[in-house]
């Protein structure tokens, strides 16, 4: 079974300031997405990382994949409120599942204050 | 436009009512599926559909079916609601393709059920 670590669990800041929300595994990942979910809404996919080393940048957002495909962070700079959600990462197994089955971490609550 | 589309937005039954959940796609992707949300809970994968092909997951309880006409529709059937089954219904699509793009999942904005 693979398992996905996802911490901090909840994050409160305040508007300006710099967060990481890392996803770890003992398990390899043929790729990895990350969600971003507002109350009452589904998941919106943010980013998808498949290679070892990646990193993505969306805007203030950056996304990075580890070297062996096990971790992953997103790190966001100068947050702002209307980036307050759950933020969920999800990893796709590698070899055997051809349909791109989902390991979800346990979210991170991130509240941003004005 | 959304892609993938639930309806309805809110569901409100009564214990033991039998109630059902729609999703429909607009992706022509060809695998679908149903998840559990409970409050800023990670979704728990009930079942999916690989084509028509369905699977369960093995701890998903028997009140719980599906079904799946045709490519673009599919159903979330509870039998006999309870409490514990007051929870966001998340329906998500994926094609299988090329390494990488496969596993991506696009979900829907979900169905909120409340039972009475």
């Known amino acids: 079974t693979q398992l996905l670590e996802q911490s901090p669990q909840f994050l409160s800041i305040q508007e300006g300031e710099n967060l990481t929300v890392y996803c770890n595994s003992s398990?390899?990942?043929?790729?990895l997405q990350w969600y971003r979910q507002e109350p009452g809404e589904g998941p919106v996919l943010l980013v998808t990382?498949?290679?070892?080393?990646e990193v993505k940048k969306l805007k203030r957002l950056t996304f990075q994949f580890g070297d062996a495909r096990k971790d992953s962070s997103l790190h966001i700079t100068a947050a702002q409120p209307g980036d307050t959600g759950l933020y969920l990462c999800?990893?796709?197994?590698?070899?055997?599942?051809?349909?791109?089955?989902?390991?979800f971490g346990q979210g991170t609550i991130l509240t941003v204050h004005p | 436009d959304a892609m993938v589309i639930q309806n309805p937005r809110y569901q409100v039954t009564q214990f033991g009512k039998p109630v059902t959940l729609s999703c429909s796609q607009t992706l022509n992707h060809n695998v679908m599926y149903w998840y559990q949300q409970k409050s800023s809970q990670a979704p728990k994968l009930l079942f999916h559909y690989y084509d028509k092909d369905f699977n369960n997951e093995a701890d998903t309880p028997d009140n719980f079916q599906s079904r799946r006409p045709n490519t673009s529709f599919c159903f979330l059937d509870i039998r006999s609601p309870g409490l514990g089954d007051a929870a966001m219904y998340l329906c998500?699509?994926?094609?299988?393709?090329?390494?990488?793009?496969?596993?991506?999942?696009?979900f829907g904005a979900g169905t909120r059920l409340s039972v009475l």
């Open positions: 398990s390899v990942f043929s790729s």
């Open positions: 999800a990893g796709a197994g590698a070899g055997g599942t051809s349909y791109g089955k989902l390991t």
């Open positions: 990382v498949v290679t070892g080393g």
């Open positions: 998500a699509t994926s094609r299988d393709g090329p390494s990488g793009a496969k596993n991506i999942q696009y």
